[in-house]
């Protein structure tokens, strides 16, 4: 049983998302692994500000190169599409935990490279934006 401090400490970490900006930011440090770590936090606090107050893409660790590379293993005869249990799976591997659940292609089972993508993108994208909307 936690007591009421410790509720209001898990809650004020929740609303905040403090846990995914460490999770971030560690995961960051680990891929980078940049000389200066300290400035490198810096900087990726001052874009996620930045992505919070003008509206652009939060720092994230996968780009355009790294989907095509996991198309290329969800897709290695090139068909152009995969399956919509390939794409959930994919997109469920990857961390994207609210992704959706109707894309394009779904009712013919053939979820289009640029659909799963765009749809890995956009969910990686928020789930790097750790700051309270």
Do not use: W
């Not at 992505?51 to 996991?70: G, I, K, M, Q, W």
């Not at 068909?79 to 779904?106: R, V």
Request: glycine residues 4%; contains cysteine.
């Amino acid at each position: 049983m936690s007591t009421p401090r410790e509720e209001e400490t898990a809650e004020y970490l929740r609303n905040h998302k403090i846990v995914e900006l460490m999770n971030n930011l560690t995961s960051m440090l680990f891929f980078y692994r940049p000389e200066r770590p300290k400035e490198f936090l810096i900087s990726q606090l001052e874009q996620m500000k930045a992505s919070r107050d003008h509206a652009v893409d939060s720092p994230c660790l996968f780009d355009n190169s790294n989907l095509d590379a996991v198309v290329g293993i969800l897709d290695p005869a090139n068909q152009g599409h995969i399956t919509y249990a390939q794409y959930k799976e994919a997109l469920k591997t990857l961390g994207i935990k609210n992704f959706n659940e109707f894309p394009e292609g779904l009712e013919s089972d053939r979820i289009s490279h640029e659909t799963f993508k765009r749809e890995a993108k956009e969910g990686l994208v928020r789930s790097a934006a750790t700051f309270k909307t």
